[in-house]
């Protein structure tokens, strides 16, 4: 007879494993990181919705990718970092997971819909009112949400029905996918095949799309007369390029390849650079080279200067 089979309903996160002192400074720089990320992605997204030079398609997708920057971080950090414990149930775990990987897998569909904006706008800029109309960006944007729910399906229902009986111990400090199926006491060639398939078709697949999308995008700046109007037509892309490269880098890094390997430790600070970094830099990246945005941030400042200034006169006047 075979032994009595431990159900497991909760794990424990090790995070980073260091000195008590190095976790303290770590806990410190991912909460200002944490709260930056917060603020700066909160005020792109208000700033969107209320100023009209800024309702167009490129910043509506902004907006958005600025809600979902917020939203994956929350995900992480809120549930796990801040935790005295470090313990998170069975059930919390798999949604933690199933969330972040559908949220992150939607950032990615939403950055090849950037980059086809953006191949309208400088190839077709004529046509690019009527193409990139407010229904065509609501379908956009749902098709992304669909299209990230449809890839994470399969590897989220399969990572969901394995047997774990222990240990409990995640090597992460969030419940990453390559950490939770190796503490599966099963065979998840499987899970780990459904996982591969569906993280190099989403992100090989995006970059293709959103490679072609610059490809004529460069093809186009360069037919320009002008190197004043090749620099202008190639600004609007920069902070584009930039947001894509630090993405893929990392997330192909992580998760395209067949066989893991025993990379954990590097894999956790390559996915820092996705979970928190990143979201922190995305304002500052969309807003210190965008002019609109700059503007809009100025008056947005000057008028609650002018609104404290106007609340003081009136006290002093009572």
């Known amino acids: 007879m075979g032994g009595t089979q431990i159900i497991i309903i909760e794990f424990i996160l090790l995070g980073f494993q ?8 770590l806990f410190s720089a991912f909460l200002l990181m944490y709260m930056t990320s917060l603020i700066g992605n909160t005020m792109i997204i ?27 971080t929350s995900t992480v950090m809120l549930a796990n970092t801040f935790s005295v414990t470090k313990a998170i149930s069975f059930v ?7 969330f972040y990987f559908l949220l992150g897998s939607t950032e990615f569909f939403i950055l090849a819909v950037m980059s086809f904006d ?3 706008a ?44 222990g240990p409990n111990i995640i090597n992460h400090f969030f419940c990453d996918s390559g950490p939770v199926l190796k503490l599966v006491c099963a065979d998840i060639s499987l899970a780990e095949l459904a996982d591969f398939i569906s993280s190099a078709v989403l992100l090989l697949g995006s970059l293709l799309l959103t490679g072609v999308s610059y490809m004529y995008i460069i093809i186009t700046i360069l037919k320009i007369p002008s190197v004043q109007g090749r620099q202008k037509a190639f600004s609007t892309c920069v902070s584009h ?16 390849r067949p066989k893991k390997g025993n990379v954990l430790d590097v894999n956790k600070f390559a996915t820092v650079l996705n979970t ?6 995305n304002p500052f990246i969309y807003s210190l080279r965008n002019e609109k945005v700059k503007e809009s941030l100025r008056d947005a400042f000057n008028e609650c200067i002018g609104m404290v ?10």
Do not use: W
Request: glycine share 4%; aromatic share 12%; proline share 4%.
């Open 18 to 25: 260091n000195e008590k002192e190095v976790e303290i400074l």
């Open 46 to 72: 208000l700033l969107v919705c209320g100023d009209y030079r800024l309702h167009s398609p490129m910043y509506f997708f902004v907006a958005n990718l600025s809600f979902l920057e917020v939203a994956i």
């Open 92 to 98: 919390g775990c798999l949604t933690q997971s199933f």
């Open 118 to 120: 953006r191949y309208i």
């Open 122 to 165: 400088i190839c077709n800029p004529l046509r690019y009112a009527i193409i990139m109309n407010k229904q065509t960006c609501v379908l956009l944007l749902l098709g992304s949400y669909m299209g990230a729910f449809l890839s994470i399906l399969a590897p989220s229902i399969l990572t969901g029905s394995l047997p774990f009986c």
């Open 241 to 256: 390029i930039t947001v894509v490269t630090l993405y893929y880098g990392s997330s192909i890094f992580i998760y395209v």
């Open 276 to 281: 928190i970094v990143t979201p922190m830099l």
């Open 309 to 318: 200034a106007n609340s003081r006169s009136l006290r002093s006047e009572k």
